[in-house]
């Protein structure tokens, strides 16, 4: 099958053209290039725009493996960490570029399955799949995806922002992916197909879960942009003390974070304390979750986590930034033997997420 | 070295920050996206406009290998494939993003003259690199480039717009990167570093130079598009045999080409010649020429060839369009031994272009 044959097998009839045109799309898939319109209506959105634009690359054996991901959640998960790119600007998602490099044993069944994935995550999210390309690879699974948003001018939300004094927030807990890798990873993994989530047992479904299908938040990072005292946002790919180090660089400041204010989801520590292991490492160091840190205006975080809380959505208020040589520190507290508490500021090392160390 | 130390130093410095503002670019690389505004001043571009948006891909051993290709090539022609894609719709190119997959064994210097064949592509066309992201790959380079260009809404030249009585034309030779690519894979390959083209001798210097360094034309999508006679365009990616075929399909109609009107380039003749083959199949079949076939207004070809000729910009006619069942047909004349001329009709197959085959 030649690759047209292939693409149309595969992306047709996934997407209605009016539901595409209603997020700009004028031209989708079968041309040299895919047409746009920067201009179309979009709800919540007036006055002049700009495009939010992020490309993300999974490629197998470093983002994943035979073991760790069903075909559909790679699709799914390619386009999840774009759409958290998009969000953590404060935008919202509206147009996809797929690139797929497909090795010959993958089949042209696996392929059909990694789009199924990856449109049942544009239907969520509402993006529209504009583009793409697809080649053959030698061995190893490789999907980049590009995925275009709009913003009003002006007011995405960026990293340089923080002002010393803010409130440094998390719009959800952290480390459930990297502890649902550490999950799949136990178990022995023979032939054909992902490990089922079944398989791992019943505390680890939703870290499994986590791990597989990642759910960012879009309506999160418009109400922090509509808010208007949020001062830094990033979405946390590499693990939330990398990512808060670069609000930190990027800003020029401390945060100091609160251990015991950290969100550890009940299935963390369940999971955690079956395997014997402390869940902070995958807290602190774990990426994927694709939650959000940010800071906000001090006097604002209760109101934020207020109005966070009408919605339905986490916010959980885990310290603050401080005037200083750019840096990132952790307050944990440690129960003496008398009951006395001792307090300790930690430094957090700037070391990003490695799926597979 | 960490991912973000590693981007810092391959693409840092490499564009100024007002030269990137001309293009769009609100905020480049070092955040979670790129910022854009859709509404920048453009040169020869008024109006309401939309966006082009193009995703290309190039993978080592299926596009290039260690001889084909130096490590600059491979940037520069991976932005170059998408070049030629927005130019193929008319439109003007502004921007890139960019994803590459390094394997370990490649090494920070190799990926930096990628990034420096990659930024002397993006300097020839103007296009501000915004974005990007960098992983890890178990053993093959792999990367996928998405080029967002401005174009007239409304006015992008796309395949379906041929009638019955057009005049096909190429903007270009084609066959000469098939060729080249042939020059370079027919020398022994022994260690490190690609081929040198002097190694392929006089005569393929100019192939050679077609397959690392294509060079799409722009001026001439644009001059087209003015123009307003351009009735389908497609850049020569996959072969002008199946991109004839693809306008074919796409305005159901018959493309009739004419095998004396095909451009043949001097040393395409030359090195088909030295090396005993028919450059015609290079001319048909091979790929990555990145000249543009399209139809236009018959009345207007040679008016149009005029207008290129005055912009020195080549313009062949090459034959023309019939109503009837989509396909491409090549009208070939072979001297009989008495002088007489045979012409024949031959159905041409719809067969891309196959690298390494």
Redesign the interface.
Known sequence: M???ASIRLWTEGRQAKQWQQQRGV??GI??????????VPIDGLTG????????????????FNAATMMDEDIGYKALAANV???A??G?IPL?A???V?VPRSFGPERVRRLYDGLYACAERYGVAV????T??????L?V?V?V??A?E?GR?L???GSRPGDAVFVTGPVGMSAAGLHALLAQPHAGEGAVPAAACGEAAAALVQAHRRPAPSVRAGRLLLERGTCTA???VSDGLASEAW?IAE?SGLRLVLRERDLPLAGSLAAYARDAGVQPLEWMLYGGEDYAMIGTAAAEDAKPLQELFRREGLPFFIIGETEAGEPGVELIAEASGWSGSKAVRRIPLA???YNHFA
């Open positions: 030649d690759e047209f004028v031209l079968g041309d040299d290039a895919a047409l746009l319109d920067p201009a002049p725009r700009q495009i939010v634009a992020a490309v993300d690359t999974m490629v197998e054996t470093v983002h958290s790119d998009i953590a600007m935008g147009q570029l797929v690139s490099s504009a583009g793409g390309d080649t053959s690879s030698p061995q190893h490789v980049a590009t275009l948003g913003v001018a995405a960026r990293r340089t946002l990033n979405d670069e990027a700037k070391r990003g």
